[in-house]
Structure formats: C-alpha cells, structure tokens
Nanobody
Framework: QVQLVESGGGLVQAGGSVTLSCVAS????????MGWFRQAARKEREFVAY????????YYADSVKGRFTISRENAKNTMFLLMNTLKPEDTALYYC????????????????WGQGTQVTVSA
C-alpha cells in the first residue's frame, strides 16, 4: 500500500518562504500525477497545485500562481512545494495526494492522501 508523508511545515513570517516535501513509499510514484491541497480552519479543502507524472505539466490555483512552485524528483519518490512570498491567508494544513482520476483540481480525483503538514504565516 502506497503511503505519503509530508514534511517541512512550520511557522514563518509573512513574505517568507517554506519548502514542503512529500515522500511516497512503493515503486509506482513515477506512474502518477500528484497534487497539493490545503485546508484552513473552518474552511473546505482546496486545490493548490498539480504536477503530472514526469513533471512536464503543472497547474496552480490562482491564489498561489506566481508564488508557489511544484516539482518532483522521481528517483527519490519525492514531490516538493516551494512557497514564496507567503501571506497570512496561506495558513493551512497542507496535504499531498496521488492523482488517480480526471479533474486535477478536484479532491475527488485523488485516491491516496498524506496526513498533512501545518504551515502558519504570521502577519
């Protein structure tokens, strides 16, 4: 069974940067697209970014476009999310997930999820 483990979250000041990592167990990591989602307190989970299996195609939510960069290193079964120019509204629990459906921005299209890593941005 594939498992996903996120790391790299923490407390950062507004305008700062953080890099999240997502490590996958198993040998099928490079067969799937992957995504990042986030969920703020009292809000629904929302799409952040997607990367296809070989990293050639990426998509972002409008709210993070130009500030966040998704990437992956298949040889290490790892995906990253570089988050720059952070804002207090980026505060959330960030999840990585394996894409196994159609619409890349819908949580319904992802079948395996990590436990999440908290990012808190102070004003």
């Amino acid at each position: 069974q594939v498992q996903l483990v996120e790391s790299g979250g923490g407390l950062v000041q507004a305008g700062g940067s953080v890099t999240l990592s997502c490590v996958a167990s198993g040998r099928t990591f490079d067969s799937y697209g992957m995504g990042w989602f986030r969920q703020a307190a009292r809000k629904e989970r929302e799409f952040v970014a997607y990367i296809n299996w070989n990293g050639e195609n990426t998509y972002y939510a409008d709210s993070v476009k130009g500030r966040f960069t998704i990437s992956r290193e298949n040889a290490k079964n790892t995906m990253f999310l570089l988050m720059n120019t952070l804002k207090p509204e980026d505060t959330a629990l960030y999840y990585c997930a394996r894409h196994d459906g159609s619409t890349y921005s819908s949580a319904q299209s992802y079948d395996i999820w990590g436990q999440g890593t908290q990012v808190t941005v102070s004003a």
